[in-house]
């Protein structure tokens, strides 16, 4: 009897722990399916047309406020020690239009770096209107729909979709892996998120089932990326009829959008409010052109070097330092180039007009005027607004 029963006990436990692993192995699901997710409307009636989403990541109202979580929770990293925590936003801060900012506690001069110290190879680019641009995302325009290029081999990323450089998705198995980043690997940063006991629900709104995987969770990141828009600046209400202008911003306008200045032909006007026209130039900063992530390295063609996307100067009150090596502190001193310092060479860009006489050469006051104008084109609005926020302050995952 007593042989009988210990036999029988062992046999539940077997069976209950084949019945476990069965539960994990193939995971079903008890509760009703839930409700299809609600499409997010953008409703931005002056900017272009031509939004860049890619067909297979729909914009949703439960993918953007689960991607507004993963985008500031450290565990991104794939790890939860307090010191190996990263997120997107450790780097892309908020008050800084997404981009770090000159006084980061940890990154000096506005320069970041990985977890394991490797500075990153370049100055950051801010993040905001980025739906507008078809014409391809980082300094050096590599993450774009053309790009055929997979996975990244050397850190165990398979070449495969979702694994592909080719839009705002890509960023974030980039971050995981990048030395300069989070140094991390992607099966980890699913296991953290997996973990982490807060997301399956939103999982499931988002996605209709609570599988995380990082496909999933590119696509919730880079929507909540895609819905950081910026068009309440100063400048924006005075075009629509909100706000006045003073005599020295006006000025600056005026200097601004004729070939006095000379900025508009690369940097936008009133008629191309995302303030870039998103094209790669070279905009006469040196004579010598040998840096590895150009334009250049992107297309092969010679007359590319030293060329750079040319960066929105909407917000760029928040974005110091200048340039995408961050070689200019401050406004003034980036104007101070504009105005004295353009370099010859045969890369320089046809539009940039005032080449022939190394600058601009507008008086002091001038400068002032063309710096006041700039600072219009900053959304205090968009640096503040609590939908793109941290949204679990309290919360030590969720680190600043
Ligand atoms: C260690 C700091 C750091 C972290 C962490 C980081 N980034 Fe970045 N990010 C950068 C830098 C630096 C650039 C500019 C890179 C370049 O162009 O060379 C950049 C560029 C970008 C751009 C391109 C913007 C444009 O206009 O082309 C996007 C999009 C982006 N990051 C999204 C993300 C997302 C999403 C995450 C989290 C998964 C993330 N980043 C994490 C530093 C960081
Ligand atoms: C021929 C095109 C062109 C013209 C004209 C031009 N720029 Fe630029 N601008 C660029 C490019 C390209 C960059 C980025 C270059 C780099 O990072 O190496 C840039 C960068 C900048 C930056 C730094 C932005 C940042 O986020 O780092 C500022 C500020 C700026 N330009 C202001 C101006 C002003 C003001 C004028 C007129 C006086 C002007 N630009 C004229 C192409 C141009």
Not at 264 to 271: D, E, I, M, R, T
Request: proline share 8%; with cysteine.
């Amino acid at each position: 009897m007593k042989g009988l029963s210990l036999r029988w006990i062992r046999g539940v436990v077997a069976g209950m722990s084949a019945a476990t692993m069965a539960a994990a192995v193939c995971a079903y699901d008890h509760a009703p399916a839930p409700p299809p997710p609600e499409p997010y409307r953008i409703n931005i009636p002056f900017f272009p047309d031509g939004l860049n989403i890619p067909a297979d990541n729909p914009m949703t109202v439960e993918g953007i406020a689960l991607g507004r979580h993963l985008f500031y929770d450290g565990r991104l990293s794939g790890r939860t020690h307090p010191d190996s925590l990263m997120s997107c936003a450790t780097c892309h801060r908020q008050e800084h239009a997404f981009e770090c900012g000159f006084h980061h506690p940890v990154y000096k001069n506005g320069r970041p770096h990985g977890l394991t110290g490797q500075p990153a190879p370049h100055a950051m680019l801010p993040l905001f209107n980025l739906l507008w641009n078809n014409e391809g995302y980082m300094w050096n325009g590599r993450i774009h729909e053309s790009n055929q290029q997979l996975g990244a081999p050397q850190y165990n990323v398979p070449a495969e979709p979702p694994y592909h450089h080719r839009n705002i998705e890509s960023f974030v198995w980039m971050a995981i892996v990048a030395p300069h980043e989070m140094d991390g690997r992607i099966d980890r940063t699913v296991c953290a998120i997996r973990n982490a006991g807060l997301y399956q629900p939103m999982f499931r709104k988002a996605f209709g089932s609570d599988t995380v995987n990082i496909d999933r969770i590119s696509k919730a990141i880079a929507q909540f990326v895609r819905s950081l828009v910026s068009f309440d600046s100063k400048f924006d209400r005075f075009m629509a009829g909100r706000a006045t202008l003073t005599a020295s911003e006006l000025n600056g306008l005026q200097l601004f959008t004729t070939e006095t200045g000379d900025c508009f032909h690369c940097h936008g006007s009133p008629a191309v409010p995302l303030w870039t026209t998103n094209a790669f130039m070279n905009n006469a900063k040196d004579i010598d052109f040998n840096e590895a992530g150009d334009r250049y390295s992107v297309t092969g063609n010679p007359r590319d070097k030293g060329a750079y996307r040319v960066p929105s100067l909407r917000n760029i009150a928040y974005t110091a330092p200048y340039m995408h090596d961050g070689r200019f502190a401050t406004l003034k001193e980036t104007l101070q180039f504009y105005n004295s310092g353009l370099q010859r060479s045969p890369y320089v860009h046809p539009l940039m007009i005032n080449m022939n006489h190394g600058g601009a050469h507008l008086s002091n006051q001038e400068l002032a005027d063309l710096e006041a104008f700039l600072l219009t084109l900053s959304d205090t609005t968009f640096v503040t607004s609590p939908s793109f926020a941290n949204p679990r302050p309290d919360d030590a995952f969720f680190t600043r």
